[in-house]
């Protein structure tokens, strides 16, 4: 992820399998007892990249009436609703022996480890809802700004306690900001209400030498120069059936780091389909700073012996793209 010379591609799955996919895959060969993200991993012969997310709202908060419809509407509803967020500091001594543990790891080589944090888009979108949010940018953004400030001071206290531990080797914001048309936002808006608070946490994070991506699903191409501008390493995971071209990405964003972009919808059509895939990929591979991986979790519809396959060929171009 440095550029520098490497022997091969790491075998990553960097998102957790659908459950529907692991419950066919007990079908069809794959052990019933093996249901823990790291177990598959080892299964399979996978590296082990092993992440913990933080997350911002406490679990007795108020939860959404449905998907999407967020738990407030406005300044005195988040005052009201303080109390129930940025308590995950709380947890934090069993974290930290989980932490404990997971450096030893890290130490001997054996695992990748790395969190996510809720970005200056998603968070304040789990509070309002999908389209108070939207509105929220024009009708209160007093609110949005007062979110992403306690959001950042709150990142910065997680950073803090996490680095005494140890060093993550990568985090990412989740976000997802974009879909298969774009950004949902303007460059504006985003210049005005995520560019200041990513800069009062992406310097902290690279001091402690962490490599920090972004995660947003869709199309994030039109949003990657924004990422880039605010001091962001990389992106991922790079969906394909949105529209993500990772060559054109590479070509506008040389020093950007990338994950993902095997497009996962090929994965159940054949050999002959996933080669090209692979084939596709590996002009930006063989530039370093790119890792493969399916573009977002391994859909159920890919059978046990299909994923078999695909590693098997992921196995071989990895080689070729170190040559």
């Given at each position: 992820m440095?550029f520098?010379?490497?022997?091969?591609?790491?075998?990553?799955?960097w998102?957790?399998?659908w459950?529907?996919?692991?419950?066919?895959?007990h079908?069809?060969?794959?052990?019933?007892?093996?249901?823990?993200?790291?177990?598959?991993?080892?299964?399979?012969?996978l590296?082990?990249?092993?992440?913990?997310?933080?997350?911002v709202?406490?679990?007795?908060?108020?939860?959404p009436?449905?998907?999407g419809?967020?738990?407030m509407?406005?300044?005195?509803?988040?005052?009201?609703?303080?109390?129930?967020l940025?308590?995950?500091?709380?947890?934090?001594?069993?974290?930290?022996?989980?932490?404990?543990a997971?450096?030893?790891?890290?130490?001997?080589g054996?695992?990748?480890?790395?969190?996510?944090v809720e970005g200056?888009f998603?968070?304040?979108?789990?509070?309002?809802?999908?389209?108070?949010?939207?509105?929220?940018?024009?009708?209160?953004?007093?609110?949005?700004?007062?979110?992403?400030?306690?959001?950042?001071?709150?990142?910065?206290?997680?950073?803090?306690?996490?680095?005494?531990v140890?060093?993550?080797?990568f985090?990412?914001?989740?976000?997802?900001?974009?879909?298969?048309?774009?950004?949902?936002?303007?460059k504006?808006l985003?210049?005005?209400?995520?560019?200041?608070?990513?800069?009062?946490?992406?310097p902290?994070?690279?001091?402690?030498?962490?490599?920090?991506?972004?995660?947003?699903?869709?199309?994030i191409?039109?949003?990657?120069?924004?990422?880039?501008?605010?001091?962001?390493?990389?992106?991922?995971?790079?969906?394909?059936?949105?529209?993500?071209?990772?060559?054109?990405?590479?070509?506008?964003?040389?020093?950007?780091?990338?994950?993902?972009?095997?497009d996962?919808m090929?994965?159940n059509?054949g050999?002959?389909?996933?080669?090209?895939?692979?084939?596709?990929?590996?002009?930006?591979?063989?530039?370093g700073?790119?890792?493969?991986?399916?573009?977002?979790?391994?859909?159920?519809?890919?059978s046990?012996e299909?994923?078999?396959?695909?590693?098997?060929?992921?196995?071989?171009?990895?080689?070729?793209?170190?040559?």
């Amino acid at each position: 992820m440095n550029f520098q010379p490497f022997d091969r591609l790491p075998l990553l799955e960097w998102a957790m399998w659908w459950d529907k996919t692991i419950e066919r895959w007990h079908t069809e060969g794959l052990p019933v007892a093996t249901t823990d993200r790291y177990d598959i991993c080892r299964h399979f012969g996978l590296e082990v990249y092993r992440q913990d997310w933080f997350a911002v709202t406490h679990w007795d908060a108020p939860h959404p009436a449905s998907h999407g419809a967020g738990i407030m509407a406005n300044e005195q509803d988040y005052e009201r609703l303080h109390h129930h967020l940025f308590q995950v500091l709380d947890r934090w001594p069993v974290d930290q022996e989980k932490w404990r543990a997971w450096a030893e790891e890290q130490r001997r080589g054996d695992v990748v480890l790395w969190f996510t944090v809720e970005g200056f888009f998603w968070y304040a979108r789990t509070l309002l809802g999908i389209e108070r949010h939207l509105f929220a940018f024009y009708d209160q953004p007093q609110l949005i700004h007062r979110i992403n400030e306690d959001l950042a001071d709150w990142m910065l206290k997680i950073v803090d306690r996490l680095c005494a531990v140890c060093t993550p080797d990568f985090m990412t914001f989740a976000e997802d900001m974009s879909y298969n048309n774009g950004p949902m936002l303007s460059k504006a808006l985003f210049d005005e209400f995520m560019l200041p608070y990513y800069r009062k946490i992406v310097p902290a994070l690279k001091e402690r030498g962490i490599l920090v991506i972004v995660d947003s699903d869709g199309d994030i191409t039109r949003a990657a120069p924004w990422f880039e501008t605010a001091g962001i390493d990389g992106i991922l995971p790079l969906e394909r059936q949105a529209g993500v071209d990772m060559n054109v990405l590479r070509r506008n964003h040389p020093r950007m780091r990338f994950i993902g972009a095997y497009d996962k919808m090929v994965m159940n059509k054949g050999e002959a389909a996933m080669r090209a895939e692979f084939e596709r990929l590996l002009p930006a591979a063989r530039t370093g700073g790119f890792l493969i991986s399916c573009d977002h979790q391994t859909p159920p519809g890919v059978s046990v012996e299909d994923y078999r396959l695909y590693l098997r060929l992921f196995r071989e171009y990895g080689e070729q793209a170190a040559r």
